[in-house]
């Protein structure tokens, strides 16, 4: 039994749904004191024990919504299971480097513990956010995601563009999505303290050289927009950059591509349409020759500044500055001497079991630059390493 002992207009305080003024009301229920707000409009109830509920017409619709989406998702499934007997669910731990950090940065700006959410990615909304260094290639991944059946559709229309994330975390199957989110960020942001993202550190070189691949092709595609000339990656240009970025700085690549793409526009040889590849093929082979000229006339290759205009993507930011703890200096050198301060560290916590039972469960009780101490969970043996 509710029973009101004061009510007050409280103008200092909006309801969170409609913006009206609340009331602070004081009120006893089975002989306990109760304090909550309730809005002067709509009702809504916000209670200062975070175990209460409100049951205002708004909340209880939501509730439902819930409800009903919940159903339905759980009904998609089984349908889906019973069409396909090799439907699989993915341990989190078994996608590859480059799709949780895809994912990561998909997920990492829409979900927080405190606020609300959709349990599944609406990709239509953020298809042309800078999540990755371009367009294609964030599409080319979520279409390699989808195929492997990583990402699979809400609903039966395939045009809705709404994704649910096929995987089991810690066994469970169908985690909500803020799981999924605190478990790549404890991976990506902890410095390996609370587990790794991959399995070798190959993994994450190869994720290195990806990712500032496309942050060249980003570059080419935003130098050539200022001409209104189309420009795009394809395997023979991406053959090229990861033999340059072998010994060159992307800042070095940023420069060769400029020169090549000027001349090119200068020479009116770029076409406004890239139909078969033709700008591609003729970059690729301008900045061949241009390489060539430079080792055998040993030229020193200029570097050219990240450009301020050039938008960082979420993929890179997380990468490069997050969890290397890199700077905008990953720019400026080539990959053998980033990777030269990385990979001890990183090989070490792929490798890493206990030295008395040889369990991979392990907690990191003491992180240094050069040294870690690492607790066995399993035979609470404590293990001392050097890390360099």
């Known amino acids: 039994m509710l029973q009101i002992l004061q009510k007050k207009l409280d103008e200092s305080t909006q309801c969170p749904l409609c913006r009206a003024s609340m009331y ?69 731990t078994q996608l590859n480097f480059i799709q949780k950090l895809f994912l990561l940065s998909i997920l990492d700006d829409q979900v927080f513990e405190n606020s609300r959410h959709d349990e599944f990615i609406d990709w239509e909304k953020i298809k042309y956010a800078p999540i990755s260094p371009n367009y294609l290639y964030q599409k080319s991944l979520m279409k390699r995601m989808i195929d492997q059946h990583v990402l699979t559709l809400k609903d039966d229309a395939s045009e809705s563009g709404q994704y649910y994330i096929n995987v089991r975390l810690d066994g469970y199957s169908e985690p909500s999505l ?120 040993k030229w020193v290759t200029s570097t050219l500044p990240h450009p301020p205009q050039l938008q960082m993507s979420k993929m890179a930011e997380v990468l490069f500055f997050r969890f290397l703890n890199c700077d905008e200096s990953v720019f400026v050198q080539p990959i053998w001497k980033i990777w030269e301060k990385v990979e001890p560290r990183l090989k070490f916590y792929a490798l890493k079991r206990c030295m008395h039972c040889g369990s991979d469960e392990l907690n990191v009780d003491y992180d240094a630059d050069n040294h870690v101490t690492l607790f066995c969970r ?11």
Not at 42 to 68: F, G, P, W
Not at 378 to 388: G, I, L, N, V
């Open 24 to 92: 602070w009301v004081e009120a006893e229920q089975f002989d306990q004191e109760l304090n909550y707000h309730e809005c002067s409009y709509c009702e809504h109830k916000v209670y200062q024990d975070k175990t209460l509920n409100c049951h205002c017409a708004a909340c209880q619709s939501n509730r439902k919504k819930l409800i009903k989406e919940a159903l339905h998702q759980e009904s998609y499934k089984q349908k889906i299971k019973g069409k396909d007997k090799d439907f699989i669910e993915f341990e989190l």
């Open 178 to 297: 803020y799981s999924i989110t605190h478990r790549l960020r404890l991976w990506f942001y902890e410095n390996l303290s609370q587990g790794i993202p991959f399995k070798s550190s190959d993994e994450v070189k190869d994720a290195i050289y990806e990712v500032l691949y496309e942050k060249i092709v980003q570059f080419i595609q935003f130098y050539c927009k200022l001409w209104q000339v189309q420009i795009s990656g394809n395997n023979s240009l991406r053959t090229l950059c990861y033999r340059l970025l072998d010994s060159l700085a992307v800042g070095q690549i940023f420069y060769l591509m400029q020169t090549a793409l000027d001349y090119l526009h200068q020479q009116k040889l770029l076409q406004p349409r890239n139909e078969k590849f033709i700008n591609t093929n003729l970059l690729k082979k301008t900045v061949q020759q241009y390489r060539e000229r430079s080792l055998e006339e």
């Open 378 to 388: 399993s035979c609470k043996h404590q293990d001392h390493y050097f890390t360099r």
